[in-house]
């Protein structure tokens, strides 16, 4: 069973940054995403990778965040500048897109959280 793990998170205030990391228990050769999952919301994608380096980003996070992976390291990141508050929730990992279209793997998520 492939596990993948979220780190990061924290508190900051808006304004700040933070970088997430993910991390597959197997280097995985497919297409991986953040998503995040504010209280109260549906769970939204954020950001997304291809297996062939093909970024798509959802417009509220245009200009702020940045997905990166580190194939040497099996490393997934997201880099979050500019943080607002409207940005905090639980943001999860996400790997490999199954038949059904939806990503197989998935992280426990961790928690961001912006203040004023």
């Known amino acids: 069973q492939v596990q993948v793990v979220e780190s990061g998170g924290g508190s900051v205030q808006a304004g700040g940054s933070l970088k997430l990391s993910c991390t597959p228990s197997i280097p995985l050769f497919c297409a991986m995403a953040w998503y995040r999952q504010a209280p109260g919301k549906e769970r939204e994608l954020v950001s997304r990778?291809?297996?062939?380096?093909?970024?798509a980003n959802a417009d509220s996070v245009k200009g702020r965040f940045t997905i990166s992976q580190d194939k040497a390291n099996n490393t997934l990141y997201l880099q979050m500048n500019n943080l607002k508050t409207e940005d905090t929730g639980t943001y999860y990992c996400?790997?490999?897109?199954?038949?059904?279209?939806?990503?197989?793997?998935w992280g426990q998520g961790t928690q961001v959280t912006v203040s004023l």
């Open positions: 990778i291809s297996n062939r380096g093909d970024i």
């Open positions: 996400a790997a490999c897109i199954s038949a059904s279209g939806l990503y197989e793997y």
